[in-house]
């Protein structure tokens, strides 16, 4: 017998490799100033119980290997910052080719979803 | 009852094995930023909280950070995604595709290879570095020891140490840019509540230090041989390529040879064919020095980082 639970959680993981993605990336382009990695993963509310992105299944830990891809891929750029306190900090911002490639995958985004819902409403035909 | 820094140090080692296998550079990553992050939401947690029960809130961390197999998954599908820290610029990325169906870019087509321009320059500034690095590496560890009867002899050392640690995260830098080998992106940091007896402890007997001082010192060595050797190819190369402009252009005389006691000369005509030697020479050239640029590479990675 196949786990419900198990490929429940396969499609969700499917789905969340690239919307996490953009979803980091408007974060970042939103926000006023540089952030942390730990800062960001508040802001999407990763890994609490019951919030949005733990809907989506995103532990907070997950979120730096997303940053880091984004980094090399020159979406973002980093500067790592002494804290007072605990170790130092990696301070990620969002780059020009960043913000280019937002708009680029809100408007995908966009198809997508406006695509998805047509289909499960039922009216594609 | 555990301390914090128990934990966080026993999560630190389940990450570290589930990542078993990985990439070293992505295992030390890892590692940073989970270190990073449970430092970080600890602190805050603290301020924002007087008496703050520390163990409970930092298992309640964890919980919302990750296991340790979740994360290491996370890392290692990332990571494999991502070929090299190349694959950010398209011309890299065409030759990443074209390399996974053929193992070689093929002869000319080295000079497309962004490894191969970047072992060449790898190579060429190789006898600078390597000066710098050897003179650094050999004044630090003469001045430590012979001061170290002294008292002032301790915190030299430690601070020729420390700029050990500092140099062979620079050139893992340099090593990832020009040469492709994926490299720490970040320095290894020492844990800040650690005491300075444990901390100097780490500094002394890691193996990190003392890898980073061989490096340093045998750098020397190989920048010679790099640039000389890169050097001599390049010149001989563009001399032979020029040789009918200098035959030609400038009646240079090109292409002489003893032969027994009477020196002859290669009738002009022949020149355009040591210029076609040439053009081979240097595109040889390239491909020595994205070979080279692939062993140091690796070398580098065995000697900087640390498991």
Same mark, same amino acid.
């Given at each position: ?51 949005? $992105? ?48 937002? $708009? ?20 594609? #035909? | &009852?555990?301390?914090?820094?128990? @934990? ?40 924002? #909280? ?18 340790? #197999? ?14 090299? $820290? ?11 595709? !074209? ?26 500034? !190789? ?26 002899? @301790? ?12 140099? $062979? ?46 490096? &340093? ?91």
């Amino acid at each position: 017998m196949i786990d419900i639970q198990e490929t429940h959680k396969k499609f969700r993981k499917e789905l969340s490799a690239g919307t996490v993605s953009l979803a980091l990336l408007s974060i970042l382009a939103q926000a006023e100033e540089p952030l942390y990695g730990y800062q960001i993963g508040k802001l999407v509310g990763a890994g609490d119980e019951g919030s949005e $992105a733990s809907a989506i299944s995103v532990k907070q830990g997950a979120i730096y290997p997303v940053l880091r891809s984004l980094e090399i891929q020159e979406l973002l750029s980093s500067e790592r910052e002494l804290s007072d306190s605990g170790p130092p900090r990696k301070y990620y911002q969002v780059t020009e080719s960043g913000k280019e490639t937002l $708009a680029a995958w809100s408007k995908i985004w966009n198809e997508t979803k406006t695509f998805v819902d047509k289909v499960l409403g039922g009216d594609y #035909q | &009852m555990k301390t914090t820094d128990e @934990i966080i140090q026993t999560y630190l080692d389940d990450l570290k094995s589930a990542l078993a296998g990985a990439d070293k550079a992505t295992v030390q990553d890892a590692l940073a930023d989970a270190e990073e992050h449970l430092r970080t939401a600890l602190e805050s947690e603290r301020t924002e #909280q007087e008496g703050l029960e520390e163990s409970a809130a930092l298992e309640g961390i964890i919980q919302s950070y990750g296991d340790a #197999q979740e994360i290491a998954q996370a890392y290692q599908s990332w990571e494999s995604s991502i070929p090299s $820290a190349l694959a950010a610029t398209p011309a890299a990325r065409r030759t990443i595709s !074209s390399a996974n169906g053929k193992s070689y870019p093929g002869f000319f087509g080295v000079y497309a290879d962004p490894r191969a321009w970047g072992g060449l320059v790898y190579m060429l500034i !190789s006898l600078a570095t390597g000066i710098i690095y050897f003179t650094w590496a050999v004044t630090g560890i003469s001045v430590s020891l012979g001061v170290m009867v002294l008292i002032i002899g @301790i915190p030299v050392s430690i601070l020729f140490l420390l700029s050990f640690r500092g140099i $062979a995260f620079l050139e893992g830098r340099l090593v990832e840019a020009l040469l492709g080998e994926r490299m720490p992106r970040r320095a290894s940091f020492t844990d800040s509540n650690l005491g300075w007896k444990e901390r100097l402890k780490q500094l002394l007997t890691g193996k990190s230090t003392w890898l980073s001082s061989i490096y &340093m010192i045998l750098m020397l060595p190989l920048g010679i041989i790099y640039f000389t050797v890169m050097v001599v190819l390049i010149s001989v190369s563009l001399a032979l390529i020029i040789s009918p402009v200098l035959a030609y252009g400038f009646n240079i005389p090109v292409g002489t040879f003893i032969d027994g006691d009477v020196v002859r000369q290669l009738p002009n005509y022949f020149t355009p064919l040591i210029s076609i030697l040439g053009v081979g020479l240097a595109t040889g050239t390239m491909h020595v020095a994205r070979w080279v640029g692939k062993v140091h590479g690796k070398f580098a990675k065995a000697l900087l980082v640390s498991d």
